[in-house]
């Protein structure tokens, strides 16, 4: 059946009193699937979408063909993610209409937000468009739905964190698992549609965290990773959106809990519980922080540290909050704290204006830290963003070209680190079966190296020590000791 003559069938129906019957016995069999893309963000927004449906008696599905309801939860982060999307929703449209006639479509996430109801003009396919703040509000908008109507929710919220949904974990291993701690971003960097897509910048209740992190222990979960756009910006200070602090009694500002005093708490949940932490930006990076990972074992060796660019110039016109400098004494300072911490980055090539010789500045930072890893990317407009006004003025062939050129470097350290770690011995946590081979299994170290083993007698969740004994710039190889 076409969905104009479901959508008709159900208006018919909705029309004989008949559409609050419908949903109820669908209820039960109703079946949802659901696919991610961009950040870890999306993917644990996934969970709690997943969380919201099931309680409505939706059951995650990983055959599409035979889900009532298909979601795509979407990035706007550069232009090639958005295109990514529009390809799978090519895709969808395939499926319903050769073998899945009756599935309804939603959009989620930042394209969702980005370009609100456009979305239903633009792509006939989808049925619902709903922004990042606004998935409680999915059971009514299925309803629209089932009701004939298509709908949309891009609400952004200065409150919602979704703190009391506990989510569904979606294709999880069952020893790793992402924790939301804040959610938007008020940093406006000039190049990112972030804060347009995720709207102001709030942190979680701390109970809940520290809830969440116990029942996953609990259920035996021995990694998390707190998530936020700029982890390092947490604030507590009893709800609300982070711009209205200032506004707060003395005595609420006294009671405030930043990122070190909630990292603090959630390394004490359990020393067998790691804790990672992603993303921090320089500018909000504080001592405090290093200070709280050296004193606990169980907090992982590792900083993600987005630089976007070594030229003090570039980062000015990026709004990054901090310089070349900066950055240097940021890293010393980790160093210095943590000896053998492993630093990783993003960064971006080609924004507007940039030199040979911003670029030279770039090559040169990335000699100075020699990040253990990093996600480097061609700088892409984002349409409305500040930037967005200034000229896009780098030829394609020089963006691709520099990015080559740091990406080449990249691999060289990434190589260099791996390589001292031969011949080493490091405690791996197991997370799954290698790629490559059942007879293997894979796990990381406290640094985030990805190690790949024999698996003996051993099992998934369990800490084991391995010696290292071969490498490649992205994967270490040893034995169990
Ligand atoms: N909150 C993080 C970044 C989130 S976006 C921070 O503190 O930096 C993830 C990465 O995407 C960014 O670090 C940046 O390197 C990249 N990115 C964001 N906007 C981009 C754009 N317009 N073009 C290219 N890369 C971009
Ligand atoms: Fe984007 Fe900068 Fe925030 S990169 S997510 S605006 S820290």
Not at 77 to 93: D, Q, S
Not at 367 to 378: A, E, I, S
Not at 397 to 405: A, G, H, I, Y
Request: proline content about 2%; glycine content about 6%.
């Amino acid at each position: 059946m076409s969905i104009e003559k479901l959508l008709q069938k159900n208006i018919d129906e909705s029309k004989q009193g008949e559409i609050l019957q419908l949903s109820e016995n669908k209820k039960a069999s109703r079946k949802m699937y659901i696919e991610s893309y961009g950040c870890q963000m999306n993917f644990s927004d996934s969970e709690i979408v997943a969380s919201i449906l099931d309680k409505e008696g939706f059951s995650t599905t990983k055959n599409i063909t035979e889900a009532d309801l298909v979601f795509v939860n979407t990035c706007s982060i550069r232009e090639k993610a958005e295109l990514t999307v529009r390809k799978r929703l090519e895709f969808y449209n395939s499926i319903k209409r050769d073998k899945n006639p009756s599935m309804l479509v939603g959009v989620l996430g930042c394209m969702a937000e980005r370009l609100k109801e456009k979305f239903l003009e633009e792509e006939k396919l989808v049925d619902i468009v709903v922004g990042p703040d606004s998935y409680r509000d999915l059971p009514n908008l299925i309803a629209q739905v089932e009701d004939g109507r298509k709908a949309v929710n891009v609400f952004l919220s200065l409150e919602e964190t979704y703190a009391d949904i506990n989510p569904v974990r979606l294709g999880g291993n069952g020893v790793t698992a992402f924790v939301s701690i804040t959610r938007g971003c008020d940093n406006m960097c000039t190049f990112c549609v972030v804060p347009y897509t995720r709207g102001r910048e709030r942190s979680r209740n701390p109970e809940s965290i520290l809830k969440e992190c116990q029942d996953l222990f609990n259920d035996g979960y021995r990694e998390i990773t707190l998530l936020g756009q700029n982890v390092d910006s947490y604030l507590w200070y009893g709800g609300g959106a982070k711009k209205d602090f200032k506004k707060v009694s003395a005595d609420a500002k006294e009671n405030s809990l930043n990122f070190a005093n909630l990292l603090d708490k959630v390394a004490q949940v359990n020393p067998k519980l790691r804790v990672r932490f992603s993303t921090s930006n320089p500018q909000d990076m504080r001592v405090e922080v290093i200070d709280t990972m050296s004193k606990y074992i169980n907090i992982c060796d590792h900083i993600h540290l987005p630089v976007q660019s070594g030229s003090s110039r570039i980062l000015k016109l990026m709004n990054r909050g901090y310089d070349r400098e900066e950055y240097f004494k940021l890293v010393d300072d980790i160093k210095e704290r943590i000896p053998n911490c492993a630093i990783s980055m993003d960064m971006i090539i080609g924004f507007c204006s940039e030199t040979e010789e911003d670029h030279k500045k770039t090559l040169s930072l990335m000699d100075y830290v020699t990040y253990d890893f990093g996600y480097m990317f061609k700088y892409s407009v984002r349409p409305n963003t500040p930037a967005a006004r200034m000229e896009d003025d780098v030829k394609e062939d020089v963006k691709q070209r520099r990015l080559s050129e740091i990406i080449k470097k990249q691999q060289d350290h990434s190589l260099l680190h791996m390589q001292e770690k031969l011949g080493k011995t490091f405690e791996v946590l197991i997370e799954g079966d290698s790629k490559k081979s059942d007879q293997h299994f894979y796990g990381r170290t406290t640094h985030n190296s990805a190690v790949i083993f024999e698996k003996g007698n051993h099992k998934l969740g369990e800490y084991v020590m391995v010696k290292i004994d071969d490498c490649t710039s992205a994967t270490l190889k040893g034995k169990v000791i």
